[in-house]
């Protein structure tokens, strides 16, 4: 599906709930609730693409699932039981790191698979780190940008408890430290991971916030998991999933340029997630915080007003915005001078090449830019009626559908956005028309 997009002719004041769940907490949500003592209760999951693989995969570990309107149900296995089929993961990559994890750990045999996107996607930094602690693994290596990389499909066949393990990790993410993390769990002894800075921490503060035995403590930069042993680790847990801050973050880029005010209800507002939109208010927008509630996860309002854009530099706390920068990018299109985005490699290696598809997509849409490895240069200016090809990356079509907004454009290959957030052209449509184009 492509997408043609008119320039949004709307103005004033917007409250909105966007209906866009976080995805790392739904994500780790069916994850938890397998190492649970009974039935979990889960108001808000997101029915997208990626978290619905991983709720399947679930299943077939042995958890029984029941949506009843608003709430999920979640039943955990008495014990985990091994997978008849090859686990498919389509576009999702947080399924397919944080499962081999678990599967490492948990000494079941198991196949890991996705769609053509996440197959040629590089898997090098969570395989890795697994072999060293003792995980075996096998998977295909493939040519990326010239080097050879380890990829989907992925066997898993650990038939012997892990030993425990001091890991410290050369890069910060989620991703790898949460693999790691449940990995330690089914591990003969206790465990430590660290890594060079804090990236985002949800599933330390599920496991803090649900564990039954301590399993996991905090202490400066480490991590220091503890095995559970045959009782279930984590007690029975009821909670509410905020909408996700990337996908707000996408209609706080809208506000911006269109020179709106918008109200975004019901948003997280975890430290690590909301980097990008303090990179927004130094730039010269009007952020506020309002009706902050506080639980395993701050919940709150995020109200964001235009003002005059600035040229800014970004090339600290990248791990906390790396799903966010294709949509900043949108606004240092229009802001006054150059923006850089630095120390951003990570972006090569999402679900397209970031740097090449946003400043791809820039161009097309009258922006000048300047590519670097670990990142790019944009020379602030005036988007025009632009063509993008999203590369099969829900961020990158999301993000110039909201360039649109300002001047029109056409978006090819669009179905990519169900996988994260269903609804975004049902907000989209509040501001402005869009014809799907087969």
């Given at each position: 599906?492509?997408?043609g997009?008119k320039k949004s002719r709307f103005?004033?004041e917007?409250?909105?709930d966007?209906n866009a ?11 938890m ?11 808000h ?37 091994e997978?008849d ?8 990559g ?5 499962l081999?994890?678990l ?8 196949v ?8 040629v996607?590089?898997?090098d930094?969570?395989i ?6 003792g995980?075996?693994i096998e ?6 940008n010239?080097?050879?990389r ?5 066997a ?9 393990f ?6 910060s ?8 993390i449940?990995?330690?769990l089914f ?18 503060n ?21 095995p ?10 009821e909670?509410?999933?905020?909408n ?7 209609f ?12 975004l209800?019901?948003?997280?507002l975890?430290?690590?997630?909301i ?6 208010k ?7 915080y309002?009706?902050i509630?506080?639980?395993y996860?701050n919940?709150g309002?995020i109200v ?7 040229a800014v ?5 990248i791990?906390?915005l ?30 397209s090449?970031r740097?090449?598809?946003t ?12 590519e ?7 020379i602030?200016?005036?988007l ?12 990158i079509?999301m993000?110039?559908?909201i360039?649109s ?6 978006i090819?290959d ?6 994260s ?11 402005t028309?869009?014809?799907e184009?087969r």
């Open positions: 599906m492509n997408l997009i103005k004033g917007f409250e909105i966007i769940s976080d995805k790392s907490i739904s994500h780790r949500s069916c994850i609730a397998l190492f649970a003592d009974s039935i979990c209760n889960i108001k999951f997101l029915k997208a693409e990626d978290t619905l693989r991983t709720l399947e995969i679930c299943r077939k570990l042995g958890m029984q699932y029941e949506f009843r309107g608003e709430e999920l149900l979640l039943t955990p296995p008495k014990n985990l039981i997978p089929d090859i686990l498919y993961c389509g576009n999702s947080t399924s397919m790191r944080l081999t994890g599967l490492s750990g948990a000494g079941l045999y198991a890991l698979s996705g769609d053509k996107y996440l197959n996607r590089p898997m930094r969570v890795r780190p697994l072999r060293d602690i995980a075996n998977s295909r290596t493939i040519q990326v010239g080097k050879q380890l990829s989907a499909p992925i898993i066949h650990c038939k012997k408890e892990l030993d425990g001091t890991y410290k990790s050369n890069i993410s989620a991703q790898v430290k949460s693999a790691m449940l990995a330690a591990a003969k002894d206790a465990s430590t991971y660290s890594e060079i800075s804090l990236s985002r921490n949800h599933t330390e599920m496991l803090l916030s649900f564990q039954r035995e301590k399993i996991l403590k905090l202490d400066s930069n480490e991590i220091n998991i503890t559970f042993n045959d009782e279930k680790p984590l007690n029975a847990f909670i509410e999933i905020p996700d801050p990337s996908s707000a973050f996408f706080a880029v809208a506000a911006c340029i269109l020179k709106i005010t918008i109200k209800k019901r948003v997280m975890n430290d690590t997630r980097e990008a939109f303090r990179i927004l130094t730039m010269g927008a009007n952020i506020a309002e009706n509630r506080h639980g996860e919940i309002d964001v007003s235009a003002g005059e854009l600035k530099e970004v090339s600290e706390n791990s906390w790396i799903d966010e920068i294709p949509a900043l990018s949108i606004a240092m299109s229009i802001a006054k001078g150059t923006s850089r985005i630095s120390n951003a490699q990570e972006l090569r290696v999402k679900e090449d740097i090449k598809s400043i791809e997509g820039l161009n097309a849409f009258g922006i000048d830019t300047i670097h490895e670990d990142g790019f240069e944009i602030g200016g005036e025009r009626y632009g063509r993008v090809d999203s590369k099969g990356d829900h961020r079509a993000s110039f559908a360039a907004l300002l001047c029109g454009g056409e090819l669009c179905e990519c956005i169900n996988t957030f269903p609804n975004f052209l049902d907000v989209l449509r509040n501001f028309e869009y014809t184009i």
